[in-house]
């Protein structure tokens, strides 16, 4: 894109108020990924024009953070599964890999921060913290028919956002296992700003984790070969004692898929969760 071109741009969003507007969430995200792209343009080729960016920007990310305070107010008194389920509609395709704008809204409405120090190193064949984007979540939980009366277990829960969502949108009880003692301080922290009351973490390796209350389990790849093993042996016990659904994402649905104690009639690829029940239990 052009300087001249740019500048028209900046000149139309700038002069657009409806931008402001709560429900045009997507398409601040995408105004302000613009201006993030284009400034080191704008600096060089024009740059007076980065004022009236700097100001767009502020605009937007005010606007942000109000639509974000009603939200949390919203979810605290208990109504997010409308708003939520709603905006899923909106965004579209689920399928790839990338994040987008709701991953933009749903971390400022959680208020999703960085951990902090302290973190322990990883064994190997454990997984590093990657969020799930958050349309997958959100059909996780629809395509698994996640219900009040569940108790979801995401097995390395990283910050939190899996069991946050799967409370808020579907008033399921939730419970996260993490490895990492800071990822689980920082999930507390923003369940509790939530008043989230049907979520709790555990910082705990989730091959010591008591699964007998869990109803449906998520593993957004967490960790593989061995210690994968011993978490889907210790499943498949579960499972003989009552009906479980296994979601996954990501590399390990491949492994996962290979279960002769479960089946799923869904899709099996690694871009979007697969939902497997396990034999003899109904399907997908
Ligand atoms: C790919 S991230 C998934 C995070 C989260 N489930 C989500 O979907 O957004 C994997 C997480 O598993 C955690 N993890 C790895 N090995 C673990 C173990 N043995 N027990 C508990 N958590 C583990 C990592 O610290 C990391 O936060």
Do not use: N
């Not at 740059?47 to 605290?76: F, K, N, S």
């Not at 995401?154 to 996260?176: E, K, Q, Y």
């Amino acid at each position: 894109m052009t300087a001249d071109r740019m500048l028209d741009r900046l000149d139309r969003l700038a002069r657009d108020a409806t931008l402001e507007a709560a429900e045009r969430w997507h398409a601040r995200a995408e105004a302000l990924d613009w201006i993030d792209r284009v400034w080191h343009v704008l600096a060089h080729e024009a740059p007076d024009a980065t004022v009236r960016a700097q100001a767009l920007r502020h605009r937007l990310e005010r606007a942000d953070d109000m639509l974000h305070r009603r939200l949390r107010a919203v979810v605290r008194a208990g109504y997010g599964p409308a708003v939520f389920q709603r905006w899923q509609q909106e965004t579209g395709l689920i399928d790839g890999e990338g994040y987008d704008a709701l991953d933009e809204l749903l971390a400022g409405v959680l208020q999703l921060a960085d951990p902090g120090p302290g973190s322990r190193p990883l064994e190997p064949e454990m997984v590093f913290y990657q969020p799930t984007p958050a349309r997958h979540a959100l059909d996780m939980l629809v395509r698994s028919r996640v219900g009040p009366r569940d108790v979801l277990v995401d097995l390395g829960s990283g910050l939190g956002h899996v069991p946050m969502l799967a409370s808020i949108c579907t008033g399921a009880r939730a419970i996260g296992v993490e490895w990492q003692p800071p990822h689980v301080e920082a999930a507390r922290r923003a369940a509790r700003r939530l008043k989230l009351e049907r979520v709790g973490f555990l910082a705990q390796d989730a091959r010591d984790a008591d699964l007998s209350r869990g109803t449906v389990f998520f593993l957004y790849t967490p960790f593989l070969g061995t210690v994968l093993r011993e978490v889907l042996d210790a499943l498949r016990l579960e499972g003989m004692r009552r009906p479980i659904r296994v979601c996954t994402y990501g590399p390990c649905t491949r492994i996962v898929g290979d279960e002769a104690w479960l089946h799923t009639d869904g899709p099996t690829t690694a871009d979007r969760v697969a939902v497997f029940r396990c034999v003899g239990q109904g399907s997908d």
